[in-house]
Every structure is written in structure tokens, then in C-alpha cells.
């Protein structure tokens, strides 16, 4: 193996590959030792965050072992991190004793053995500091083990004077973070909170994956760090009730109102309160003393970023991974309740869905695109908030930081915006496409061919309203469903698609005072019904949803490699 500075085991993991990117980014030499399986994981990961890895090698191992099946020393290290756990509710006691207890001690007494070796840093959780003896697995076994392995590893530390640190951060916030707080964000954004576990002063502490993973990694240069513990968590945290009501203000959904005794909820069916009962014995009133932790910090020159920056931040995350179901795009967030995803100040192109889609509609467009665009949910549908501005009040809001002269882009119910915003500014939009515009075709329910009850459609079947759309089943409708099936969406789709068919007129009278360049695009299964002198490009193949048909079809005329605006009728075969 060749030389190293520094090995992180669980180098795949969460805090681990953050720890490998620092190494690297600080120059060391690094091996990350993990799991057989999860190379390619952390080398997505690490050239996602665009660090070199010039001087990284990697290894498998299993720390179950006692050599952790690596076959002997690694060659020249100095540095041992192990981030290596089974960070999961409702192990089973035997399974976690093996990694988070075994494999600790394991870790450490192979550390020991390494003639170069400063420093062994094991990271555990916050609740875990000054625990040991025997724990009461019945209660969780994750805890359990990690507070169990904490006794031990400085029992076995002082004994045989190996040069051990241990760090505990708390819950630890950065992208990708799919445990503990994201349980609670996730099911205040899906209207299942309705009571709040806890007390008034029940304090879940947070604290930054960038100054985790920085202060752990300066540990061994600070020599007297040897042998003590380091709590990682924001003191200015604020106690859970008002944790969630930060963060529900950002989501612009109502926070709980009302606390819960722990003890009362774990006694209500698990069906009812959407919460494991193993996490709630994270939720206390316990405080916990940062000042050695502070002090090295300051030392360090490395700062606490503002926690309530941080709770919004993650919130959008969660949001936006459908906390861990899919993958989430970086770009996307909330700005006063309205949610947008992609460049939001010099945007070439901006995007406004229709019914019953949201942005996520746009995703192949914008790939096939390969431009800065924005695509934004409409106000109240999708993940955005509820608003009482009219179309053109809210685009005059979407665009103001815009400082480009972007293509503005709108399909179904999204023209209404589009077209509001060309004609108030004018000089601010180079170009107007309308997709599929609903005030110039047939009236009818892209669902079904009669009105819908809202709640018909939140039990419709992916592969039901695929169907009935025209479309494919995919992310685009599946991150549609998932909004449609949160609290009030479907219902105001529902209106919104009424009240679009009572604008028909008023639209298309808007549309021929409208000044810029527009381009219209339609389907050749949905075409238009009123005339106009537009011009207007058919896509043959497909109806009302042609982005999500053929996005690379609607990207060429975006960008106007297919559309000419001098003619007045296009035909483009999908073949």
C-alpha cells in the first residue's frame, strides 16, 4: 500500500468522506479504508465537491475483524480517523456491538500498533461522552454500543497510553444528512406534525458539517488534545419548539402548536405520532459544555456559520431530496416561499410549469439545454407557498435579482405568468415561448375527460395519470405526486386549473399586445383551437406535455436552432 499520512475508516460515510475531502484539500496523502461496494460511491462524491485526488488510495476493510482485513500497517501513517458506524434506529444488539463496539476497539488497537502513529481520533455521538460499563440494549442498540464504546476505548487508552481523542459532535447538518432532525423537518413539511414530541426546553442541538469536518481534522496537530473530548455542537442552537418554528417559516407551513411528553408518545401507535421510538430518547433538556472545544476552535481560526442560516439551508434538503428519497439538486431552495431551483441571477433561460407539474418538469430541458436557467414552482403548487399576487405581482418578484435578458419559457398555466411579465417589462425579455398554451387549445382536464375531485387525483396511480397525461412515468411525475399529495396542493391545483379555464379570453386578448419575439410550441395530439399570428412549431407524436416527451426536441427550439421567426407554421417530426 503506498505511503499515507492519514487513514479514515467509514471514509464512504456522511462525516467520513468529508473528513477525506479536508485531508486532501490540506495536502496529506490519505487511504480511505471502507466497505467493500462503496468505492465509486465516495469517488462520485469527492469529484462532485471538485477536490483532486491525486494523493488518495483506497482500501477495504472491515473493522468487524481484529487486523480489519488489511493485511498489515499502513505504510507511514500518522493520523487515524475512524468514522466507521451503524448509524441507524433498531439494530439488532449483536450487529451493532460488532461494528460501533468491536470495531471501535478493533480500529483503536490497530492504531496502536502503527510505529508512526501521533494521533487516533474517534468519533461518536454527542450523547456518548463519559459513558461506559454495561448498556440496556433494549432501549436501542445504536446508543447503546456507542456509549458503551466510549467507556472502553478510554479505559483502554489510558491503560496502554495510546494517543486517543475522541469528538462528539451533535446533529450534524450538511447535504445529504437523512437522520434524526430530518425525521421531524420532513414531517412537519408533510403536515404530519401536529404535536411536537418533548417539552417546552427539550434541546436537539445542530452543528455545521464544514466545521465538524475542520475541526476534526486539525485534532492531531494540537498536541494537548490528547486524551480529552470534544462535545461539536452550536450553543446558540434554539430548544426544538422554536427550532421547528424557524424552519416552518421558512417552509411557510403552520408549526405544531402544542408539545407532547416523551413518554407519552412512545406509548401511541407508531402509525399516528410518524416517529421511531428509539429517537426519542434524544430528545432532553441536557446541556452540554463547549468551552475546551471553544477554545481550540478559536485557535483554529474556524467559526459556528449562523444557526438559523443553517436550519433553512438543510430545510431546503430535505425539501429538496424528499428527505432521501432522491437524489437532491444543490441549486434548489426557498426565497420567500416560493421555491426555485437553478441560477437565479443570470439565468439564460427561465422556466414556469404547468398542471398538474412542478419545476422538476424542466429537468431534462435543462440538461439538454446546458445553460443557466430557473425554473420556479407557481405560486401555491409544487413546494411553493400559498400567495395572494397575482401572476404578474409574483414574476415581478421572481425576476428582480434577475440582471439578464433571459428566454422566458411557459407551458399550460405558466404562460399566464410569462405572458403578464413580458408585457409589463418588455425590455427585460428576449423571447417568449409559449408550450402548449391551454387558453388557445381544447378545454378539458388533462386527467380525465370530466372535472376531478382533488382527492381522486392524490390516489390516482403513477402509472394511471401517465396514461391519461400522455407522459412517462418518471421523476417529473413522481416529484409531482409527491406535492400533489401534501396538505391543500391538489386542492389548489384543482382551482387554479378552473380558474385558468375563466381567463381564456383575457389571455388571448393579452397575447397580441404582447411586444417581444414569441415562439409557440404544441404538441401534434394537442393543437391549437384559436387562431393566432404567432408563430407556431407542432411537435408530431406527442400532446400538452412535449418537455417531458421530447426535451431534446423543446431544448433545440429554445435555444431558436429550429424556429424562425419570420415563418407562421413549423411541423417537427419526433422521429
Known sequence: MPHTDSIVFGAAGFIGRSLVAELLRNGNTVTAALRAGSQDRLRTWLAGQHVDIGGLTITTTDIGEPDLALGGPVDGVRDVYNAAALMKFGLDAQVARRVNLD???????????????????????????????????????????KVEADGLLRRIADAREIPLTIANPAGVLGPGQYFGLSDIIDNLWQGRLPALPGSADTFVPVVDLDYVARFIVALPTQPDTVGRSFPLLDAATPTLPDLIRLVADHLRVAAPRFTLPTALVRRLPRAVTHADPEALSFLSSDRYDTSHSDVIARRLGISHPPVDELLRTYAD???????????????AGFRDGTWLTGERTDPEYVLLHGIPLNGDSWAEVIRELNAPALAADLPGLGRSAVSARQFGDWMEELMAPVRTRPVIVGHSLGTWAAIQFALRHPDRVSRLVLIAPAFLQQPASRLTGSPIAAEVVKRMSAATIAARLGIPE??????????LRR??????????????????????????????????????????????????????GTGH??????????????????????SHHHTTSSS
Do not use: C, M
Open 103 to 145: 470495531g471501535a476497539v478493533h480500529v483503536l488497537e490497530w492504531a496502536a500498533r502503527q510505529p508512526d502513529l501521533r494521533r487516533i481520533v474517534h468519533i461518536t455521538g454527542y450523547r456518548a461522552a463519559d459513558g461506559g460499563g454495561e448498556q440496556d440494549y433494549g432501549n436501542g442498540a445504536y446508543e447503546a454500543s
Open 317 to 331: 434538503g430535505i425539501v429538496a431530496g424528499r428527505n432521501g428519497a432522491v437524489p437532491p439538486t444543490p441549486t
Open 474 to 483: 418518471g421523476p417529473a411525475l413522481a416529484s409531482a405526486l409527491a406535492d
Open 487 to 540: 396538505p391543500g396542493v391538489a386542492q389548489r391545483t384543482w382551482s387554479a386549473l378552473r380558474a385558468a379555464g375563466a381567463s381564456r379570453d383575457e389571455l388571448a386578448a393579452a397575447l397580441t399586445r404582447v411586444t417581444v419575439p414569441v415562439d409557440i410550441i404544441v404538441g401534434s395530439d394537442d393543437p391549437l383551437i384559436e387562431s393566432t399570428d404567432r408563430p407556431v412549431t407542432t411537435i408530431t
Open 545 to 566: 406535455y412535449p418537455q417531458l416527451t421530447h426535451p431534446d426536441l423543446v431544448a433545440r427550439f429554445l435555444r431558436g436552432d429550429s424556429v424562425s421567426a419570420a
